[in-house]
C-alpha cells in the first residue's frame, strides 16, 4: 500500500475525501467538564462537523502502537491549546474499511478535514510536526 506523505512530512491532497470515520471525540468541552476527554461520534455526527466550515483532525491510532502512546499527551495538549479545531480519535482496528479508504498507511497518521475535504496529512509523532500541522490548517 502506498501514501501520500512519506513518513516525518506533512502533504496536501485538495481532492475530495470520504467523511472522518466513526471515531471518538475529544472536545474541548469534554476535556473540561468530564475529565475523559472522549465520547463516541457517529459517522453521521462526523460528517456534519466537516460540513460547517470547522477544522477537524483525524489521529489513527491503535491501542499496541508504541508511536501512537507517545503522541497521546501531545494530542492531549492540542486539544487544550486549540479551541476552534475539532479533535477525532480513530482506532484502526474499529474502523479498518474508514482507514484503507483514506489510505492509511503508518502510525499514527493525522489527517485534516475542512469542509469535508481533506486538505492535509501528517504522518510524525514530534510535537514541533503536529502543533504546525494543526496551526497549517486551522488558518485555511
Known amino acids: 500500500m502506498s501514501g501520500p506523505a512519506a513518513k516525518g512530512s506533512a502533504s496536501e491532497n485538495r481532492a475530495s475525501a470520504p467523511a472522518p470515520p ?6 474541548n468541552e469534554q476535556k473540561g467538564q468530564t ?6 461520534r457517529s459517522e453521521a455526527n462526523a460528517r456534519e462537523a466537516t460540513a460547517g466550515g470547522r477544522l477537524v483532525v483525524v ?8 508511536d501512537c502512546q507517545k503522541v497521546g499527551s501531545i494530542y492531549d495538549e ?3 491549546r486549540f479551541h476552534r479545531v475539532l479533535f477525532l480519535e480513530a482506532n484502526v482496528q474499529e474502523n479498518l474499511d474508514a482507514a484503507i479508504e483514506l489510505r ?3 502510525l499514527p497518521t493525522f489527517i485534516a478535514f475542512k469542509d469535508g ?3 492535509g496529512r501528517l504522518i510524525d509523532a514530534s510535537q514541533n510536526n503536529i502543533e504546525s500541522f494543526i496551526r497549517k490548517y486551522s488558518v485555511i
Request: charged share 30%; net charge positive.
Open 22 to 27: 466513526k471515531s471518538s471525540q475529544v472536545s
Open 35 to 40: 475529565g475523559s476527554g472522549v465520547g463516541k
Open 59 to 66: 489521529k489513527f491510532f491503535e491501542a499496541d502502537c508504541h
Open 78 to 80: 492540542m486539544v487544550k
Open 104 to 106: 492509511v498507511r503508518l
Open 117 to 119: 475535504e481533506e486538505v
